[in-house]
């Protein structure tokens, strides 16, 4: 193997860190703690695995972790007058409604009826409006971690051609945005791209989020190379005995270690980092509510 393993784990570890500092001295100067609202709709196991996370680690970090869990068989009127009472409660900073939502209730609709400045996960259009032309907004947490780590590893990023596999509105459009603003050129590729190795071989930064298992293999990396793999997929794992599973990302990590000069691991890579940016931008958007100068 030649990469270097890029540290998403030891990195989250640091911004939690950061982040438990100033919630620390928010509260010992002003008397405020930031508090962080998960709305978790049905029983989707991964999402209560996530929710269960992030609610331990905003405790961790000294906010106020609200858990709000209703039944799949919500109403979208009842989801969206429960997003109406967190949008005024005062003790809440951030909301974050855990997708996907029951195919009845309209996402969108949901997601951008909580209040922008409290869209801690930054998929309100407003959002991604302001990102989009370049203004203050709500970053989306997976596409920032990924950004914060490529800076970490790289200092400046300008210049670089970067090529993002994926275009959802959740991570490939706004990790593009991102790599956009720091002066990368940038091409998103997809499932209709052409020669799709041809285009992940010209890129010096490869950000995977396709959901695929394993898809991106060493032949798609071009030697030097930064991977950044934001998949998560659980696959069988046989060789651990019977019914047992594993977890892997987009890349086929062995064989693109084998020809990149850096890359995140699954796990211990984005994943961590995923939810030490949530908890960043629950800090930002209180510190914004209160008229406080928000850590960068
Ligand atoms: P989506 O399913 O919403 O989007 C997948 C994208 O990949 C689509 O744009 C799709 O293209 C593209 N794609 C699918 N198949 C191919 C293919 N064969 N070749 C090229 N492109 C392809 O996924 P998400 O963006 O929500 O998530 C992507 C991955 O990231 C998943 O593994 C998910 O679990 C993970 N994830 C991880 C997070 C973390 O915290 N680490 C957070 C969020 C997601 P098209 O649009 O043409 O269909």
């Known amino acids: 193997m030649t990469a270097s393993i890029i540290d998403g784990k030891g990195f989250a570890a640091k911004v939690r860190g950061e982040v438990g500092r100033h919630v620390k001295r928010l509260k010992d100067e ?11 709709v049905g029983e989707d196991p ?20 609200y858990e709000h869990k209703r039944d799949a068989s919500i109403s979208q009127e009842e ?15 951030g909301i974050l409604v855990q997708l996907p939502l029951p195919d009845h209730i309209d996402e ?20 991604v409006g302001l990102l989009g032309t370049g203004q ?13 780590m490529l800076r970490d590893f790289h200092g400046s990023l300008s210049g670089m051609n970067a090529v993002v596999v994926g275009r959802s509105n959740i991570v490939g459009k706004p990790m593009a945005q991102l790599l ?22 010209r890129a010096d930064i490869v950000v995977a989020a396709v959901g695929r298992p394993e898809m991106v293999t060493g032949d798609w990396i071009k030697p030097g190379a930064t991977v950044i793999d934001v998949g998560i997929n659980r696959i069988d794992a046989p060789e651990k ?10 890349c086929h990590f062995d064989s693109c270690a084998e020809v990149a000069g850096a890359i995140t691991p699954v796990p211990g890579g984005v ?4 939810i030490a940016c949530l908890l960043a931008n629950t800090l930002t958007a209180c510190c914004r509510a209160n008229g406080i100068a928000a850590p960068e």
């Open 108 to 127: 969108d609709l949901v997601i951008n009826a909580i209040d922008p400045a409290k869209d801690v996960d930054g998929f309100h259009i407003s959002n």
């Open 241 to 250: 005995g019977e019914g047992k599973t594993r977890l892997v990302g987009d």
């Open 136 to 148: 203050e907004s709500m970053v989306p947490c997976t596409p920032l971690g990924c950004l914060m």
């Open 180 to 201: 956009l603003g720091d002066s990368c050129t940038v091409t998103i590729a997809h499932s209709r791209t052409k020669d799709i190795k041809e285009v992940t071989r």
């Open 79 to 93: 989801l969206l007058a429960l997003v109406e009472q967190l949008n005024g409660d005062p003790a809440v900073h």
């Open 30 to 40: 002003h008397g405020i703690t930031p508090g962080l609202a998960v709305v978790l």
């Open 271 to 274: 994943g961590p980092m995923t």
């Open 46 to 65: 991964a999402s209560q695995v996530y929710v269960r996370s992030k609610g331990k680690q905003t405790v961790e970090a000294g906010m106020n972790s």
